[in-house]
């Protein structure tokens, strides 16, 4: 291993006599060693939860799983699970960290380790494990909840750990559970809560849904589909429920007032996730207040029989639009969700918004731009992909653009010259309309005002029936819109209703492309001014959680921007852009856009321009310090300012330096002062530091003598 550090040789394990030979345990040891590498994040997230994922490598404390970032795990290719501790000056493979982090001795305790792993993994094991040595390691929170009475961990449909529920009975006190959220290492629920057993009800045509994890494993051994939602019926709103579409859901309550709550709740949230058919047994007569499914099992009860009768006996839900004690305060309580984002820190998930422009500017390519730069996504990528002024978030998910102006051919050849291939193509689904029946108004005028349309709820279907949305364009409104959505507050603040409940629905960002009014020959100068900019109602701006505009910068700048760039002025090829209407903290900044000349493209160039300026401006304050240090050596010292100022005297300067404004030369000089590449410095006859120079100058030293034409008849 690299540094050194000695890996751990379980081929020296002794003491073990259940294997005839050590080619064998070899043979175990690598077979359950590329088993732990292929969910190699589950496992460091299991077994030191503190840990965090950056950069491709999982950054830990020590073996032992306290907080910090001495050593760290590869997590790609063969080397994963190969760690390093900086500060002990030790390493291994993952075999070798799951044997540490556990308190074990791989020499001696070779089978009880490969159990320990098997047992993880879900296999049974064929001799208890040894008692662990007493190591300390990370563990579940105690303090004073005392050791944790029950664990049930959560996985996704493919197996992989998400989540850790660990119950805790303290004397006297109520029972607590407390999630460990597996990706992140933090004592929480994630944002969104996966359903309990989800590999077992995957497949499954009916589940039960019960309160608690207790109550579904018990049904779970007893050979039933049973499932649950993490946390209280506060957090039910937060569970994906997606996953029983399609299915029949008996829900099976706990015998006391807060089971029957939680069951109406859930049963609503089951409904609007597109259960098939949802039903709410009504446990027997005669049991004791709190009796749940777990106490069935318990007693011997005939549950397949039960379930069956109570079934046909309950009645079905039917779903309601609103329910107000739905959303009491209870529903808000813990800790709040965290903000997902489409582009880190600019453009969150699940939210309605606009991108606006003049026309002719290039709004439909950017807006196909991105949503081909989504579909390309893949998760957990390293190299971020930029955005709107942001990167966005690693999470491979598809993206839908309906576009009203642009046929297919004239979409495929958009698509050829902004990418050559995708890793899936069916991430990316471009609609255009006039090849699939023409204009599709969402809102429409009715007798008492903008309604919502057939095609609306049409294309509303059509997006939930893709479990992976995270991004939907419209292009443009106007052709959406049957009513008057740029006149009528009421028709715009429907449009964006509709825009809102998609959004929310699906968890997807919702975009529309909207164009500038005209406001004759006055240029926009700004942010604020690109707003007001923006054709229609306040409504639409409004309406909106989330507002980018695009405005054209004049000529003259313009020509100035493509000069630094070294690229031919073109008219209409720089833009400026900005988020102009954000109900949240974002990232506001203007940026520099400059049209891409074989494809059209707007192209972010903020960050070159920033670059060329800074070397620019590096430059420039190398030649004034070689300024400074000439006009000193030669007994004609400048000051800061004033008569001997370096403004005053700016004639003296070489090259551009003699065009700084006053404002721009004080920068500059407190700039190299503040680096310490020039000094200020007392003359011969002189009590204060005013002079400037270099470090190791003449007057720097002390040594330095007024020369005639120094302009300074004070120190002459």
């Keep these: ?20 030979s050590v080619a064998e345990q070899h043979h175990e040891k690598e077979e359950i060693k590329a088993r732990l590498q292929s969910q190699i994040e589950s496992v460091l997230y299991h077994l030191l939860p503190a840990g965090k994922v950056r950069h491709g490598q999982f950054f830990i404390g020590d ?45 001696t305790q070779f089978r009880d380790v490969m159990d320990d792993v098997r047992d993880w993994l879900g296999e049974s094991v064929r001799l208890p494990p040894a008692p662990m040595q007493s190591t300390p390691r990370r563990e579940p929170p105690m303090d004073e909840l005392g050791p944790h009475t029950g664990k049930w961990d959560y996985f996704d449909t493919n197996g992989q750990l998400l989540v850790c529920v660990y119950r805790y009975d303290p004397p006297g006190r109520r029972k607590e559970f407390r999630p460990l959220d597996v990706r992140t290492g933090k004592w929480q629920s994630p944002a969104v ?20 994890e207790k109550s579904a494993q018990a049904l779970i051994d007893a050979g039933i589909p049973a499932t649950t939602s993490l946390g209280s019926k506060g957090q039910i709103n937060r569970a994906d429920w997606s996953i029983l579409q399609g299915k029949r859901v008996i829900i099976w309550p706990d015998r006391d007032k807060a089971g029957w709550e939680y069951a109406q709740l859930a049963s609503q949230a089951v409904k609007g996730a597109g259960a098939h058919e949802v039903s709410i047994l009504t446990p027997p007569e005669g049991k004791p207040e709190k009796w749940d499914a777990a106490d069935a099992v318990a007693e011997g009860m005939d549950v397949r029989a039960f379930l069956q009768n109570a ?10 639009r609103l329910r107000l004690k739905d959303w009491t305060f209870a529903r808000f309580q813990g800790p709040a ?41 893949q998760t957990g990528t390293p190299i971020p992909t930029d955005a709107l002024g942001g990167p966005l978030i690693p999470v491979a998910g598809t993206a839908v653009m309906l576009t009203a102006e642009d046929d297919q051919d004239e979409i495929h050849r958009r698509l050829n010259h902004l990418v050559a291939d995708l890793p899936d193509p069916d991430r990316l689904i471009v609609l255009p309309l006039p090849n699939a029946g023409g204009a599709m108004p969402l809102v429409a005028m009715g007798r008492e005002g903008p309604v919502l349309t057939e095609a609306y709820e049409e294309i509303r279907q059509e997006l939930l029936a893709i479990p992976d949305l995270r991004l939907v364009v419209i292009d443009p409104l106007q052709s959406f819109a049957g009513g008057d959505v740029n006149s009528d507050p009421a028709a715009g603040a429907m449009f964006f209703a509709g825009l809102g409940r998609i959004a929310a629905e699906t968890g997807a960002t919702t975009l529309v492309a909207h164009h500038f009014k005209k406001v004759g020959n006055r240029p926009i100068h700004s942010a604020s001014e690109a707003r007001e900019a923006i054709r229609g109602t306040t409504a639409l701006v409004d309406g909106g959680r989330w507002s980018y505009a695009f405005w054209e910068v004049d000529a003259e700048e313009s020509k100035k921007i493509c000069k630094k760039l070294n690229r031919r002025y073109e008219r209409d090829c720089v833009f400026k852009g900005a988020v102009v209407k954000s109900n949240w903290p974002t990232d506001k900044a203007v940026r520099i856009y400059v049209r891409e000349p074989s494809t059209g493209l707007l192209v972010d160039r903020s960050f070159d321009l920033n670059m060329l300026q800074k070397n620019t401006d590096d430059d420039h304050l190398k030649q004034l310090a070689t300024a400074i240090a000439f006009a000193a050596s030669n007994g004609q010292p400048f000051t800061k300012s004033g008569g001997s100022g370096l403004y005053d005297r700016r004639a003296e300067l070489p090259g551009e330096l003699k065009q700084f404004s006053k404002h721009k030369m004080a920068e500059a000089i407190d700039a190299l002062l503040d680096s310490g590449k020039v000094v200020q410095c007392m003359g011969p006859s002189s009590h204060i530091k005013k002079w400037l120079d270099i470090p190791g100058g003449e007057f720097a030293l002390g040594v330095g003598q007024f020369q005639l034409g120094s302009g300074s008849s004070e120190e002459a």
């Design 337 to 377: 969700p965290e903000r997902q984002w489409l582009i880190d820190g600019v453009l969150p998930m699940k939210v309605p918004g606009m991108v606006a422009a003049i026309g002719g500017a290039g709004k439909s390519m950017l807006l196909l731009d991105l949503c081909i730069k989504v579909a390309q996504i």
């Design 63 to 107: 073996v032992e799983g306290n907080p910090g970032e001495s050593m760290k795990v590869e997590l790609t290719g063969e080397k994963a699970g190969v760690w390093y501790d900086h500060a002990a000056g030790s390493g291994g493979d993952i075999l070798d960290l799951w044997a540490r982090s556990r308190g074990m001795d791989t020499r």
């Design 193 to 212: 809560t996966p359903l309990y057993n989800l590999p077992g009800i995957m497949q499954a045509a009916e589940v039960v849904l019960v309160e608690g």
């Design 311 to 320: 079934a046909q006996q309950a009645p079905q839900v039917k779903q309601r």
């Design 1 to 20: 291993m690299n540094n050194g550090a000695p890996y751990l040789d379980f081929n020296d394990a002794g003491g073990q006599q259940e294997f005839s």
